[in-house]
T-cell receptor
Framework: QKEVEQNSGPLSVPEGAIASLNCTYSDRGSQSFFWYRQYSGKSPELIMFIYSNGDKEDGRFTAQLNKASQYVSLLIRDSQPSDSATYLCAVTLSGGSYIPTFGRGTSLIVHP | EAGVTQSPTHLIKTRGQQATLRCSPISGHTSVYWYQQALGLGLQFLLWYDEGEERNRGNFPPRFSGRQFPNYSSELNVNALELEDSALYLC????????????FGQGTRLTVV
């Protein structure tokens, strides 16, 4: 079964720390990988996408992709209380389907 | 540039009724995805439209249907509403097939009583 797995958390980190969020996927042919942030009661907001193995940095966010291990992660440096949200990992599956398939999300709490 | 817009924001219906939800994609985007997010659950894929055609549908009964108009806007119809259909319905758009950075609208909160 093709799926995307995330630890539901909550992941609690102190303000200023690095938050590390992880995601594994089962479809080895997956091509595109996304991280969304969703505040309670709001819609998901795209914060990062990555297509190639390695790291991609954007401000305080770094996405890391390892296709051999079927693993994608999101690092948030200098975490702020405003980063407290649910982070959703999404993967587009292989076989000509371009539909983003979502994990259940990891709840992140950044405490002052 | 305007983002994805959905209407209405909230919708209250009675069991057995029909609901129609609408979505306008970002200008220039041809693909529209519909997702259901029930309370405490993840995003479940409902339907994908591109260039006016239904490209794929998720594991939902046929009473969930929709269409995409020539201007790429889309509507989702849910017939014979059940209490379990109460959820946040999210629409996302992307530029084209293969450019799958999808951007979400604010969602429609459907409550079935």
């Amino acid at each position: 079964q093709k799926e995307v797995e995330q630890n539901s958390g909550p992941l609690s980190v102190p303000e200023g720390a690095i938050a590390s969020l992880n995601c594994t996927y089962s479809d080895r042919g997956s091509q595109s990988f996304f991280w969304y942030r969703q505040y309670s009661g709001k819609s998901p907001e795209l914060i990062m996408f990555i297509y190639s193995n390695g790291d991609k940095e954007d401000g305080r966010f770094t996405a890391q992709l390892n296709k051999a291990s079927q693993y994608v992660s999101l690092l948030i440096r200098d975490s702020q209380p405003s980063d407290s949200a649910t982070y959703l990992c999404a993967v587009t599956l292989s076989g000509g389907s371009y539909i983003p398939t979502f994990g259940r999300g990891t709840s992140l709490i950044v405490h002052p | 540039e305007a983002g994805v817009t959905q209407s209405p924001t909230h919708l209250i219906k009675t069991r057995g009724q029909q609901a129609t939800l609408r979505c306008s994609p970002i200008s220039g985007h041809t693909s529209v995805y519909w997702y259901q997010q029930a309370l405490g659950l993840g995003l479940q894929f409902l339907l994908w439209y591109d260039e006016g055609e239904e490209r794929n549908r998720g594991n939902f009964p046929p009473r969930f249907s929709g269409r995409q108009f020539p201007n790429y806007s889309s509507e989702l119809n849910v017939n014979a509403l059940e209490l379990e259909d109460s959820a946040l319905y999210l629409c996302a758009s992307s530029l084209e097939i293969g450019r799958t950075e999808a951007f979400f609208g604010q969602g429609t909160r459907l409550t079935v009583v």
